[in-house]
C-alpha cells in the first residue's frame, strides 16, 4: 500500500489523472503518459520494484471499480468485471455500452443516434435479441420453473433457461420460441434510460474532471 500511494503521488503531482487503482496496477490518464511511466519504472527501480507499461493510448470506461471497458487502438476490447462481461448480462450490457462508447469516440452525434435507435428498437417491441438473458437456473428461481411447468416446459434446477419478463412486477416470463414480443416495454425502457444515464454520468464525469 506505501508503495502504491506513492505511485499515485508521483503521477498526480505530474498532472496525471487516475482513473482506477488496486496493487495489481494503476490505470491514469495523461498527456505526458510515457513520459510519467519512465520516470516512476526509474524511481521504483530504485527500490528492486519492476514495473511494466501494459496499455497506452486507450478510451477507458470505468463506471464502477473493478468494472470497466478498455477500448485499444484498432478497436480491440477488453472488459474486466461481471457487470459488462457476466453470464447474467444481457446484449446492453454485454454489447451496447461498448458500441456506444465506440461511437462516442468517433463522433457523438453516432452515439445519440445508436442510442434513439436502441430505444425505438425496444419501443416497438423487435429488441428481443437484445434483451434476453440465458442463464443456469438456481433452486431460488421458483417463479421461472413454475412458470415454464405451466407452459409444458421440462425446466429445473440447474437447466439453461433463456428468457425476458413479460409482466415484471407479476414475475412473468417468456421463453424463447414463445411470442418474443410481448415483453414488458415499460420495464425495459425504464431499464434502458437507467443504463443510459449511468454512461453519461461516466463520460460528463471525465469531462468535468479533465
Do not use: P
Not at 136 to 142: E, I
Amino acid at each position: 500500500r506505501k508503495i502504491l500511494r506513492y505511485m499515485i503521488n508521483y503521477i498526480e503531482t505530474r498532472k496525471g489523472i487516475i482513473i482506477e487503482c488496486d496493487t495489481d496496477g494503476i490505470f491514469y490518464s495523461a498527456v505526458n503518459g510515457e513520459e510519467i511511466y519512465e520516470g516512476l519504472k526509474q524511481e521504483m527501480n530504485k527500490i528492486n520494484f519492476d514495473i511494466e507499461l501494459e496499455h497506452r493510448n486507450c478510451v477507458m470506461f470505468a463506471s464502477d471499480k473493478k468494472n470497466y471497458v478498455l477500448i485499444e487502438e484498432g478497436n480491440k476490447v477488453k472488459k474486466k468485471g461481471s457487470k459488462y462481461a457476466g453470464r447474467d448480462k444481457n446484449r446492453l450490457w454485454t454489447e451496447f455500452v461498448v458500441e456506444y462508447i465506440k461511437r462516442y469516440i468517433e463522433d457523438k452525434k453516432k452515439a445519440e443516434e445508436y442510442e434513439k435507435e436502441m430505444w425505438n428498437r425496444i419501443f416497438r417491441r423487435e429488441a428481443f435479441d437484445w434483451l434476453k438473458i440465458t442463464r443456469k437456473v438456481s433452486k431460488s428461481d421458483k417463479s421461472i420453473i413454475e412458470a415454464a411447468k405451466s407452459k409444458g416446459k421440462d425446466i429445473s434446477h440447474g437447466s439453461i433457461v433463456t428468457y425476458v419478463y413479460s409482466d415484471f412486477r407479476g414475475k412473468r416470463y417468456i421463453f424463447e420460441g414463445e411470442n418474443e414480443s410481448l415483453y414488458d416495454v415499460n420495464y425495459y425502457l425504464s431499464e434502458f434510460n437507467k443504463l443510459m444515464k449511468e454512461i453519461k454520468d461516466v463520460i460528463n464525469a471525465t469531462v468535468t474532471k479533465h
